[in-house]
């Protein structure tokens, strides 16, 4: 008579990544909640136009209409801060989407498969994984030109072997578990066990690192736009802001430049300590 092993009460996503209530990370959560916020809720909090240009206040400092001042072009900071928050999430959002599903695609192939199949799929991750992500994205910027797309697709190809990697190897230890060969025997496809009860026991780890990868993102869309090939030059983005500040920090206006800056050093700072924290509490759980 055989003996088949239940496969352990799956959890929902949200629950097994529920964290303690550390200062630090609170703080991060509830500031990546007001810069989702604003992002989402951008055409109704900007005060004026993005690219509505007054001439006459080029470079004038914070005042009521403008609490921020106003840029080298005369558009006020504030607004294209709040507007351009919501093209500078989307952007790694895109990236973070592609390579996580791409990469849980091709790491759990590898790593429930085996064989051939994973040794040419690590071996074609690897490939990737030397080449350098932002360059690959300036590459492909400077052939099909100025745009989201573009540097999306390329760097979320860039960020896929990290995500590969990661499920692979989390893909071969939950295999090796003894509910794997329980459903076997019950007549499951290797198929429906993967789909059904691998990926979702993989999938706080993955969003945890997916959280990360966000933050790294948005500094490789922000570094390409301050380099002007990111967004086009009238599209409000905070990488775009800073390269349009550079001229009036030279002229002792710095302002227009820092506050991206400083929103983009927040944001990455805020995702990352939330990501670390979710992984944290993930690996602490499963032990």
């Known amino acids: 008579m055989t003996t088949t092993t239940a496969a352990p009460p799956r959890r929902p996503v949200l629950a097994r990544i529920r964290t303690t209530s550390s200062p630090l990370y609170l703080l991060c959560l509830g500031l990546v909640t007001v810069i989702v916020l604003v992002a989402l809720l951008a055409p109704w909090l900007a005060p004026h136009p993005p690219n509505a ?7 004038a400092g914070p005042s009521g209409d403008h609490p921020f001042g106003v840029d080298a072009s005369g558009r006020d900071t ?3 801060l709040v507007i351009g928050a919501r093209t500078s999430l ?3 959002l895109g990236v973070v989407v592609f390579s996580t599903v791409a990469g849980v695609a ?23 994984f030397a080449f350098p ?3 690959l994205a300036i590459l492909i910027v400077s052939i099909y030109g100025d745009g989201l797309t573009a540097p999306v697709v390329a760097l979320g190809v860039a960020y896929l072997p990290y995500v590969s990697r990661l499920t692979r190897s989390l893909v071969l230890a939950e295999r090796e578990r003894l509910y794997i060969e329980a459903y076997r025997v019950q007549g499951h496809s290797s198929l429906q ?5 691998v990926i979702p026991n993989i999938a706080p780890v993955v969003l945890a690192q997916s959280t990360i990868n ?6 490789d869309l922000a570094g390409l736009s301050f380099l002007g090939l990111g967004v086009p030059p009238l599209t409000p983005d905070w990488g775009r802001m800073v390269f349009d500040g550079e001229s009036a920090i030279q002229s002792g206006y710095p302002l227009s430049a820092i506050l991206p800056c400083v929103a983009i050093v927040l944001t990455v700072v805020a995702f990352n300590v939330v990501g670390e924290h979710w992984a944290d509490q993930v690996a602490r759980r499963d032990r």
């Not at 994973?118 to 690897?126: G, K, N």
């Not at 066990?193 to 009860?197: M, Q």
């Not at 966000?214 to 500094?219: E, K």
């Open 90 to 92: 989307l952007g790694p």
């Open 133 to 135: 992500g932002l360059l």
């Open 78 to 80: 504030l607004s294209r």
């Open 53 to 59: 240009v007054d001439l006459g206040n080029a470079l």
């Open 106 to 128: 091709v790491g759990a192939t590898a790593g429930w498969r085996g064989g051939w199949l994973d040794s040419l799929l690590s071996r074609s991750s690897e490939l990737v």
């Open 193 to 197: 066990i993967c789909l059904r009860h």
């Open 214 to 219: 966000f933050g790294y993102a948005l500094i």
